[in-house]
Each structure stands twice: as structure tokens, then as C-alpha cells.
């Protein structure tokens, strides 16, 4: 299976419900008030929460970066409304070893009606089918249950404990490391 270039990498993508697309500038607002919210930024330790809009403005220019591309996010937009409720996308994209780790985030008001699953499982199917992926990493906060429950019915299987892996306002968080490979990968709907 081939790997697509960096122009094609990362297209849009479709759900049911929602539609997956790059960030634009247009977004800062969102991205900002995103990011600044501590329900999101809960347990999301590798990186600060936002506290201007310019450090938003300069995240999307990260993901648009076109050049040497190992990561992407997309937006997640809701198809009734239009409104963006959160990001999704790949980080450290190994392509010699076919491998990538993959982030997401939600907004509060949307969770618990299956937005994430639905948009994890299009990444999913995208980084196997288009990029040639034969693994997906998930490192997730060990007290992060929704997000580990979330990967595990999607079949991610626990790898091991990352200890002391991020360290926030002087405190080290463990981490749990999940995995996927392209093998095992099914989506939702055929798992029964």
C-alpha cells in the first residue's frame, strides 16, 4: 500500500454527521476559546492551555505548515449547524515504519453522543486505507476514562504505562500508551 504525498495527505473527510476539515484562520476564535477551556484542556498535558488569541492563530499556522508535513488537524464540524466542536488528527507520522499518533478533543456540550467516535473511526479509516499506516498510537492520561474507554471500543489495546511522562505546574502525569494496528482495525459498526 502506497503513502500519499503531503499535498493529499490530509483531505477532508465525511461523516454521518460531521465533517473533517483542516484549520484555517477563520478559526482562531474557536481554536482559542477551545483551548483556554479547562474542560478541554483537562487532560491534555503536553501542551499549556491557550491565554491569547495570537497563540491560537499561531497553532493553526502550525498545521498549515505544507512543508515536511508528520501531523495534521482537522476541525470538527458539526453538519446541521455548521459549528465547529473540537479537533482531531495525527501527530509523528513515521512513514519509513508506518506508524502515527493520534489526538483528538471535544467540546463539553457534545459529549456522550458518539461525535468522537464517529470522527476517530474516519481518521481511522483514512490513516490506513490512504496513508499507508499499519499502527496508530493513542497516549492518554491514565485518569482520562472516556477517552480510554473510547479506544478501547474502537480495539486499541493498552501497551504499557508511560510513567512520569508529562510533567504539569510541577507535577508528573503517567500515561497509558494504546495502540492499533491496521489488522485488527474494524469500525464500529462491524465489531456488533
Not at 507520522?93 to 457534545?110: F, K, M, Q, S, V
Request: charge should be neutral; proline fraction near 4%; hydrophobic fraction near 35%.
Amino acid at each position: 500500500m502506497g503513502v500519499t504525498d503531503d499535498r493529499t495527505s490530509f483531505p477532508d473527510l465525511a461523516t454521518e454527521r460531521l465533517v473533517l476539515r483542516g484549520l484555517c484562520l477563520d478559526d482562531t476564535e474557536f481554536i482559542f476559546a477551545h483551548f483556554s477551556d479547562p474542560a478541554v484542556v483537562q487532560y491534555l498535558m503536553d501542551e499549556p492551555p491557550l491565554t491569547d488569541r495570537t497563540q491560537a492563530a499561531d497553532l493553526i499556522r502550525f498545521y498549515l505548515e505544507p512543508e515536511g508535513k508528520d501531523h495534521n488537524r482537522w476541525g470538527l464540524v458539526r453538519r446541521d449547524s455548521g459549528q465547529l466542536v473540537g479537533t482531531c488528527g495525527y501527530h509523528r507520522w513515521d512513514r519509513r515504519n508506518r506508524r502515527a499518533e493520534i489526538g483528538y478533543d471535544l467540546t463539553p456540550g457534545c459529549r456522550g453522543q458518539g461525535f468522537m467516535a464517529e470522527a476517530v473511526q474516519a481518521a481511522l479509516r483514512h490513516g490506513f486505507a490512504r496513508m499507508g499506516l499499519n499502527k496508530v498510537d493513542a497516549v492518554v492520561y491514565v485518569g482520562n476514562e472516556p477517552s480510554r474507554r473510547l479506544l478501547q471500543r474502537l480495539g486499541f489495546r493498552q501497551e504499557g504505562l508511560l510513567r512520569d511522562h508529562y510533567l504539569v505546574e510541577g507535577r508528573f502525569f503517567d500515561h497509558a500508551l494504546h495502540s492499533l494496528l491496521g489488522r485488527e482495525w474494524r469500525p464500529c459498526a462491524e465489531r456488533g
